[in-house]
């Protein structure tokens, strides 16, 4: 494990769009595989930061990335709901801002050559699952409670990523027919990936914040402590596998 990590803002950009990334790296001047961490609907707050700290912590060289433009947050379900629609409605958006992050990172001069990979929450689980089903070239990507419904279902043999979701299976936003939905469309693709479904745990259960979000805006989130740290745990032993 590295003595110490280094932070800093990375400032890049997807056409006239300016995005402020968040990177997270050990402190030693070295290279390591590179990992994106998406946020959720509430923008890059410190979530996702600290997650890309984790990461660092473990050896990866790991940037939260801006999926709104100029690092903007919510502040109420209503914000979040509106800012995450201006990005669903322009289909060209995630792509490109996804993209760009992950150019960004692949020329960081302490990202090594390995083939990076992406993890999201809630909003961003679903857009690291798009970009696995549209054959980006990522090594690995692991959605915790994110969205699992799509319009753009994977190809066979399209996926280049290995896949990991980690799901609530008392979940109030995903209903088990997009569960199953998932995994035929994930079989007929003919992907890699693991589906793991905790029992009692609900949508936002990696976020220790979700109870004061459920106290405060009454929404059907709930941390759960043991689904938090299995999830954690499987997909580091992914990364370890990937790049071993």
């Not at 030693?28 to 707050?45: R, T």
């Not at 990335?65 to 990005?87: F, N, R």
């Not at 992050?101 to 999201?120: K, V, Y």
Request: a negative charge.
């Amino acid at each position: 494990m590295p003595d110490a990590i280094h932070t800093e803002t990375i400032h890049y950009s997807a056409g006239d769009t300016q995005l402020k990334g968040y990177l997270a790296r050990p402190d030693d001047g070295a290279q390591y595989p590179g990992i994106l961490v998406v946020h959720e609907w509430w923008g890059l707050n410190d979530y996702p930061k600290r997650r890309a700290e984790m990461l660092a912590a473990q050896g990866y060289a790991a940037m939260a990335i801006d999926m709104y433009g100029d690092g903007k947050t919510a502040t109420s379900p209503d914000e979040a709901a509106g800012l995450m629609q201006a990005v669903l409605d322009d289909a060209n958006a995630a792509p490109a801002r996804f993209q760009a992050a992950l150019d960004t990172l692949r020329d960081h001069a302490h990202c090594n050559d390995q083939a990076i990979s992406a993890i999201g929450y809630c909003f961003g689980g679903a857009v690291v699952l798009a970009m696995a089903r549209a054959g980006l070239d990522l090594a690995s990507v692991a959605s915790f409670h994110g969205s699992l419904q799509t319009d753009s279902p994977a190809q066979p043999n399209a996926v280049k990523a290995r896949i990991l979701v980690c799901h609530g299976n008392d979940d109030a936003m995903i209903p088990p027919d997009h569960v199953e939905a998932f995994k035929q469309e994930m079989d007929a693709a003919n992907a890699a990936y693991e589906f793991v479904g905790y029992d009692g745990a609900g949508h936002g259960f990696s976020n220790t914040a979700a109870d004061e979000k459920n106290a405060t805006f009454g929404l059907p989130v709930a941390y759960d402590k043991a689904a938090d740290e299995d999830s954690w745990t499987r997909m580091l032993a992914m990364f370890n596998e990937v790049y071993s």
